[in-house]
């Protein structure tokens, strides 16, 4: 039996990854860049961002078919399922969501800083190369990664809220378990 502090604590952290997943997954696909030549580039244009997109969207649903289970055992003190079932898929689901986030979020700062640092150099050499302004594609490009930035950071926080929770489902899971072990 987990203590009501655990319980509820698990309520809030999953909570707050759901929301912070959903902000995430918002933030990028509501990120658009458009020149003025009529050139637009997506989100979805850079294979790292629909990666992190789609982290964000898998963990969003686990969160969410979690969110009801948690009430449910944060109001009664009782699992809903009375063969331990629940323990064993909060623990191992919670290690595998957490990991999928933390790569995502990973693969996104790493392609956003990198964009930012090369494109911005890039675009400063075409500007002394063609002596043409392109100080709207400099700050728009910079607009775009910055969006994408704060997109990856969320889904960062969301990570951090189910690697917390990875921890808690373990000791949830070691409390309701006999001292047999798992195979036995």
């Not at 050139?39 to 009801?68: E, H, M």
């Not at 909060?90 to 990198?114: I, N, Q």
């Not at 090369?118 to 002596?131: F, Q, S």
């Amino acid at each position: 039996m987990t203590s009501k502090a655990v319980v509820n604590s698990t309520l809030v952290l999953r909570i707050l990854a759901l929301l912070h997943l959903a902000a995430s997954v918002v933030v990028l696909a509501t990120n658009n860049l458009k020149l003025s030549d009529g050139s637009k580039i997506r989100f979805i244009d850079v294979i790292a961002y629909r990666y992190v997109a789609a982290t964000g969207a898998v963990g969003f649903l686990y969160t969410l078919a979690q969110i009801p289970f948690a009430i449910y055992h944060a109001c009664t003190q009782k699992r809903l399922h009375p063969n331990n079932c629940l323990p064993e898929f909060d623990f191992y689901g919670d290690k595998v969501m957490s990991l999928l986030l933390g790569t995502g979020a990973g693969a996104g700062f790493a392609v956003s800083f990198e964009f930012k640092r090369h494109l911005c150099d890039l675009i400063l050499n075409l500007e002394i190369l063609t002596a043409e302004d392109l100080s709207e594609a400099k700050s728009k490009t910079g607009k775009f990664l910055d969006r994408a930035i704060i997109a990856t950071s969320l889904l960062f926080l969301g990570f951090i809220c189910l690697a917390v929770l990875s921890v808690l489902s373990s000791v949830s899971r070691s409390g309701s378990q006999s001292s047999k072990g798992f195979f036995g």
